[in-house]
């Protein structure tokens, strides 16, 4: 006996070949733009914080300087998140920077944090 498959869009009964996942074509482009739509609001939300997180160390570093100290309370209070990064290295002294696009970050001490412009 033959298994009844169902469309992944609207569920309903597929006919015809057994490898077939959607009813329609009309369903297989809804099916697939809503996932495209899930993938993008994940991705949104990430580079937002990510955008976020650059503005803040570029504002605290302002134009002339490259490396810089700042309390860690400053970043906590302007809003920055120490969990998203897009890059991570450990120079030769074993330091750990955290890459924010071309800004690093590094934990100084627990107070501080060591900022530096790429
Ligand atoms: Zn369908």
Same mark, same amino acid.
């Given at each position: /006996?033959?298994?009844? %498959?169902?469309?992944?869009?609207?569920?309903?009964?597929?006919?015809?070949?057994?490898?077939?996942? &959607?009813?329609?074509?009309?369903? %297989?482009?809804? @099916?697939?733009?809503?996932?495209?739509?899930?993938?993008?609001? =994940?991705?949104?939300?990430?580079?937002?914080?990510?955008?976020?997180?650059?503005?803040?160390?570029?504002?605290?570093?302002?134009?002339?300087?490259?490396? /810089?100290?700042?309390?860690?309370? =400053?970043?906590?209070?302007?809003?920055?998140? &120490?969990?998203?990064?897009?890059?991570?290295?450990?120079?030769?002294?074993?330091?750990?920077?955290?890459?924010?696009?071309? *800004?690093? @970050? /590094?934990? *100084?001490?627990?107070?501080?944090?060591?900022?530096?412009?790429?």
């Amino acid at each position: /006996m033959a298994t009844v %498959k169902n469309c992944l869009h609207c569920e309903k009964p597929i006919h015809g070949r057994s490898d077939k996942r &959607f009813c329609s074509p009309g369903c %297989k482009n809804a @099916w697939n733009a809503a996932r495209r739509r899930a993938t993008r609001s =994940v991705t949104e939300q990430v580079d937002g914080i990510l955008h976020r997180n650059r503005e803040i160390l570029a504002m605290l570093m302002g134009e002339k300087t490259t490396k /810089m100290e700042v309390d860690r309370l =400053v970043l906590d209070r302007a809003g920055f998140n &120490f969990k998203y990064i897009t890059g991570i290295y450990t120079n030769s002294q074993g330091k750990l920077y955290h890459y924010v696009y071309d *800004f690093a @970050w /590094m934990e *100084f001490s627990k107070q501080v944090v060591m900022i530096v412009r790429k």
